[in-house]
């Protein structure tokens, strides 16, 4: 059975998660096209341009892909990818996935110039070692069900939800040498880190 993770290689930041699962000796790979999801065990939705996803999702016809891999395998989106996860967005131009029942507000921070880094505590590190996240155009995540449980807040607000093996973060954890977001992840269904 392949352990490969695949990361959606249409736009945003795909090389820093393939960086990071390399350097966990996670088997990873670009997925661009429908058939490339076949091979994978699990999938990562990168943050970058949320409305320019979702059209390039609809223009390699991938929609439909999408959500039938996420029935039976895990995904991870991250900020544009959590946006992409909803099942409501605050923006007609970006068609979500439903893959979690959150509903998703873009930019809730502001701008590019509003971006920031806070310490974090995280429910599923045993360690209890305050987590550095960096937020960017960052989005806010609410559940719409007790299924989605909620791993990390920023002044009250989620940024971390987790339903079964699927997880949903509005900052971007690629952006460190702390792989204990994607290891948390993984412990769920990856072998090499159960």
């Not at 070692?129 to 009250?156: M, T």
Request: charged letters at 20%; glycine letters at 6%.
């Amino acid at each position: 059975m392949s352990n490969v993770v695949g990361v959606l290689a249409l736009q945003g930041a795909v090389d820093k998660h393939l960086e990071m699962l390399r350097a966990m000796d996670v088997d990873c790979r670009r997925v661009r096209f429908a058939h490339e999801l076949d091979d994978c065990v699990a999938l990562i939705i990168p943050g970058g341009e949320s409305t320019t996803m979702s059209l390039l999702i609809q223009k390699f016809d991938l929609y439909g892909k999408l959500r039938e891999f996420a029935t039976k395998k895990p995904v991870m989106g991250v900020c544009a990818g959590a946006i992409l996860m909803a099942e409501q967005v605050d923006d007609a131009r970006v068609t979500p996935l439903n893959i979690m029942p959150i509903s998703v507000m873009r930019n809730i921070y502001g701008r590019q110039v509003s971006s920031f880094s806070t310490d974090l505590h995280l429910q599923c590190d045993a360690q209890g070692l305050a987590y550095r996240a960096h937020f960017i155009r960052a989005p806010s995540i609410e559940s719409n069900s007790e299924k989605v449980e909620v791993l990390a807040q920023y002044n009250g607000q989620a940024v971390i939800m987790r339903m079964g093996r699927h997880m949903a973060l509005t900052f971007h954890p690629e952006l460190t040498d702390d792989n204990r977001i994607h290891a948390c992840w993984l412990k769920g269904f990856h072998p090499a880190f159960k």
